[in-house]
């Protein structure tokens, strides 16, 4: 049985995992695709349903935090455009 | 209101619990922040306990009115509950981590189950501002 804060703890803790990438693109789609995904699921009742869809989540979370680890190995050599401030 | 900021600081060493406890107390009755100097010798006890500054509520306020697309003029005030704004529990995640990225710092998974308010937002983040060694 899976409470709401529970959700919510894996939630936080995977947008935590997913700043540490060195890599401003996987930053960003790691924040956007968490917020989706657990907001797509966020109105299911059906107590097994919501049980799988935390499954799901907490595997992607294990691939996640292993992800950063290996990616951490190759930083980008410039920085981004994007995380240039605008003169 | 720098001399007001001042005593403030140096009341924070009794305990937590008590400074906590005014604190509570007086986020009602310290008038919004910054905008009203009120000089009377009443009101300066009362502020001594008051842990949020007026500009850390004020950047709260932005991050929370950017993170949940409201208008310029929605009233915002320090004591707006973020369900009462039309945020649920995961907007209220997404602007922990917003307030934590913009300001450095690092919410405790049970502290960040219990905001609900901006004032306690920005209470957080100060109690933490504080504490964190100076970079």
């Known amino acids: 049985m899976v409470s709401r804060s529970e959700v919510l703890s894996l939630c936080r803790a995977m947008l935590r995992a ?70 | 209101m720098a001399s007001l900021s001042t005593t403030s600081l140096s009341f924070k060493a009794p305990s937590t619990r008590i400074s906590q406890v005014l604190r509570k107390g007086s986020s009602f009755q310290s008038v919004t922040f910054g905008r009203f100097t009120s000089s009377t010798s009443k009101s300066l006890r009362l502020q001594i306990s008051c842990a949020a500054k007026a500009e850390t509520v004020q950047k709260v306020s932005d991050i929370v009115k950017e993170q949940l697309a409201l ?25 922990v981590m917003a307030l934590e990225e913009k300001f ?12 609900t308010t901006i004032q306690e937002a920005a209470d957080l983040i100060e109690d933490l501002v504080q504490k964190k060694p100076a970079a």
């Open chain 1, 18 to 87: 997913g700043r540490q990438y060195p890599h401003y693109n996987l930053r960003e789609y790691t924040k956007r695709r968490t917020l989706d995904g657990f907001r797509m699921n966020k109105n299911l009742t059906d107590q097994s349903k919501v049980n799988e869809a935390y499954a799901e989540a907490k595997a992607q979370f294990v691939v996640l935090e292993r992800s950063v680890k290996f990616h951490s190995l190759y930083p980008p050599k410039t920085k981004n455009i994007m995380e240039v401030k605008l003169q």
């Open chain 2, 71 to 95: 208008t310029a003029d929605t009233p915002l005030t320090a004591e707006s509950k973020f369900t009462a704004l039309g945020a649920d529990s995961l907007d209220t995640v997404e602007i």
């Open chain 2, 104 to 115: 450095n710092i690092s919410v405790e998974e049970s502290d960040a189950q219990n905001i």
